[in-house]
Nanobody, 124 residues
Framework: QVQLVESGGGLVQAGGSLRVSCAPS????????MGWFRQAPGKEREFVAG????????AYADSVKGRFTISRDYAKNTVNLQMDSLKPEDTAVYYC?????????????????WGQGTQVTVSS
């Protein structure tokens, strides 16, 4: 069974930085896509960034492009989301997601496996 365990997050002032990490386990992930999604109160869950585990290709939502960086660490077997120049509108619960996909899909329903979520709060 695939498990995704998130860590990181927290509270930061606008303009600051945070990093969230996702540690997948339960199988090998060479042909999988790992994604980060977020959900703010009263809003739908939305795509933030994704990475193909083996190829390393990435994709970002327009709202975070140039500020967030997704990467994978083979040594630690984690997928990381570095968030810089944070804005109050980035406040949300951030979720790691994974599935065996041919490309980085931005649709929530395409991912079968999800982490428990980690809170990111950006104060103004």
């Amino acid at each position: 069974q695939v498990q995704l365990v998130e860590s990181g997050g927290g509270l930061v002032q606008a303009g600051g930085s945070l990093r969230v990490s996702c540690a997948p386990s339960g199988r090998t992930f060479e042909r999988w896509v790992m994604g980060w999604f977020r959900q703010a109160p009263g809003k739908e869950r939305e795509f933030v960034a994704g990475i193909r585990w083996s190829a390393g290709s990435t994709a970002y939502a327009d709202s975070v492009k140039g500020r967030f960086t997704i990467s994978r660490d083979y040594a630690k077997n984690t997928v990381n989301l570095q968030m810089d120049s944070l804005k109050p509108e980035d406040t949300a619960v951030y979720y790691c997601a994974a599935d065996e996909l041919l490309w980085i899909d931005r649709t929530v329903s395409m991912y079968r496996f999800w982490g428990q979520g980690t809170q990111v709060t950006v104060s103004s």
